[in-house]
């Protein structure tokens, strides 16, 4: 086992946290955005999304304060592309969960032999934003 370098988890985590609640605004704007026939379904889906999100930051917060970190009160940028059909959608949010995907491998980097408690949280993560991405590329198939 290695010295977990805490400034540097901390600083991942609270990243994290940030993109995690940004994650929040766009899948709530998202769910608020759709149309056509099959809305109801991607409304519950990025409702959901947006709920999971707010989980995540939350998550990321308990353990960052509890190694005693300061949680930031600010979101990670979102843009806004003005582009609202289901697909332009899917595909932001798609962009959105690998980006995700890659901050919790950087946590991993940071993590790993330092702290079995935080490498595993950081592959339960890896984990779930991999299967975030698989589905959302299922969701994205029939419009290609």
């Given at each position: 086992?290695?010295?977990?370098d805490q400034a540097k988890a901390i600083e991942l985590l609270n990243t994290i946290m940030e993109?995690?609640?940004?994650?929040?605004?766009?899948?709530?704007?998202?769910?608020?955005?759709?149309?056509?026939?099959?809305?109801?379904?991607?409304?519950?889906?990025?409702?959901?999304?947006?709920?999971?999100?707010?989980?995540?930051?939350?998550?990321?917060?308990?353990?960052?304060?509890?190694?005693?970190?300061?949680?930031?009160?600010?979101?990670?940028?979102?843009?806004?592309?003005?582009?609202?059909?289901?697909?332009?959608?899917?595909?932001?949010?798609?962009?959105?969960?690998?980006?995700?995907?890659?901050?919790?491998?950087?946590?991993?980097?940071?993590?790993?032999?330092?702290?079995?408690?935080?490498?595993?949280?950081?592959?339960?993560?890896?984990?779930?934003?991999?299967?975030?991405?698989?589905?959302?590329?299922?969701m994205l198939r029939d419009f290609s």
């Amino acid at each position: 086992m290695r010295d977990l370098d805490q400034a540097k988890a901390i600083e991942l985590l609270n990243t994290i946290m940030e993109f995690e609640l940004a994650g929040v605004v766009r899948y709530t704007h998202y769910s608020l955005m759709v149309t056509g026939p099959n809305r109801l379904p991607i409304v519950q889906f990025f409702k959901a999304q947006a709920t999971e999100s707010l989980l995540h930051a939350q998550q990321a917060g308990e353990i960052l304060t509890g190694l005693e970190g300061h949680p930031s009160q600010k979101i990670a940028p979102i843009e806004e592309s003005y582009q609202h059909s289901v697909r332009d959608l899917l595909q932001e949010s798609l962009a959105h969960e690998r980006k995700a995907l890659e901050l919790y491998k950087d946590l991993l980097e940071v993590v790993e032999n330092a702290s079995i408690y935080l490498e595993e949280y950081a592959r339960t993560m890896i984990g779930q934003e991999e299967l975030h991405n698989i589905e959302i590329k299922k969701m994205l198939r029939d419009f290609s």
